[in-house]
């Protein structure tokens, strides 16, 4: 079994499931994690003998989003920093891109609240299960910035533009009831729950057409992906003028502050 830093790797016959492992943080994303998710789509591409892909998590956050603290060193220029900001950009998009096109039949099963790109990471997955006291948050433009790595047009897809502006501009917290409603998730299920559903799931899906299943994912994400190949391409650059106007950097550094005097409490 592949071994990885963030990541840890639990097979059970043909169902692999996926802990994001950077509790102490939150199993907030950096660079390493991105990485890694990219490596891991690339490992899945051949496992054929894997059909199913769950990832979870233990304690209270799927993921608090990006790991601010690794990413802006403040001993770092903007130009330094800005690069950094169009790489992560690329990389980002190129870590959703694969983690919704895996082959395998993907299920986000949240056992915590996700923040920023842990809800990107889930909105990835082909299903996606939330346990009835956590909640979803688009915290971007807190810090200055605006919903990346593609997931912008996802969102205003899945939700329409009038309520993706909102849930992007005004950064409040969706909970679980609502997430449901407005088709952020597909089912809302007890933490003590969550494998037993997640394994009905699996089980009902193992026993169609595992071909007529595959052509179903292909064909479903064929026809939303429409249009966001020119999105992704100004993406990185428009993050990197972001940066680059001082309005993110001032942004980001108030908010780790306050993080600070509240204790390092990993969320406001």
């Given at each position: 079994m592949k071994t990885f830093e963030t990541l840890l790797l639990e097979k059970n016959n043909?169902?692999?499931?996926?802990?994001?492992?950077?509790?102490?943080?939150?199993?907030?994303?950096?660079?390493?994690?991105?990485?890694?998710?990219?490596?891991?789509?690339?490992?899945?591409?051949?496992?054929?003998?894997?059909?199913?892909?769950i990832f979870t998590n233990e304690g209270r956050?799927?993921?608090?989003?990006?790991?601010?603290?690794?990413?802006?060193?403040?001993?770092?220029?903007?130009?330094?920093?800005?690069?950094?900001?169009?790489?992560?950009?690329?990389?980002?998009?190129?870590?959703?891109?694969?983690?919704?096109?895996?082959?395998?039949?993907?299920?986000?099963?949240?056992?915590?609240?996700?923040?920023?790109?842990?809800?990107?990471?889930?909105m990835a997955a082909d299903f996606r299960l939330i346990s009835n006291d956590s909640l979803l948050n688009l915290p971007e433009t807190n810090i200055g910035m605006f919903l990346s790595w593609g997931c912008t047009p996802r969102l205003v897809k899945a939700v329409g533009a009038t309520k993706a502006k909102e849930l992007i501009m005004?950064?409040?917290?969706?909970?679980?009831?609502?997430?449901l409603r407005l088709g952020l998730v597909n089912r809302i299920v007890s933490?003590?729950?969550?494998?037993?559903?997640?394994?009905?799931?699996?089980?009902t899906i193992r026993s169609k057409g595992q071909l007529s299943i595959r052509m179903t994912k292909k064909l479903a994400n064929a026809t939303v992906a429409g249009n966001i190949g020119d999105m992704n391409i100004t993406e990185p650059?428009?993050?990197?003028?972001?940066?680059?106007?001082?309005?993110?950097?001032?942004?980001?550094?108030?908010?780790l502050e306050r993080k600070k005097e509240k204790g390092n409490s990993l969320v406001e």
């Open positions: 043909d169902v692999l499931t996926v802990w994001l492992k950077r509790e102490e943080k939150g199993n907030s994303i950096n660079m390493v994690m991105i990485k890694e998710l990219i490596e891991l789509t690339e490992y899945l591409r051949v496992e054929s003998e894997i059909n199913f892909v956050f799927f993921s608090t989003g990006y790991d601010l603290n690794e990413l802006y060193d403040i001993s770092q220029g903007e130009k330094e920093v800005s690069k950094q900001f169009k790489l992560m950009q690329i990389l980002g998009q190129e870590m959703i891109q694969k983690l919704e096109n895996i082959e395998q039949v993907t299920i986000a099963a949240l056992s915590g609240s996700a923040y920023g790109g842990g809800v990107a990471i889930a005004l950064c409040e917290d969706v909970t679980a009831e609502e997430s933490k003590e729950k969550m494998e037993d559903e997640v394994n009905r799931i699996v089980k650059e428009l993050a990197e003028k972001m940066v680059l106007s001082g309005e993110t950097k001032e942004m980001i550094m108030s908010f």
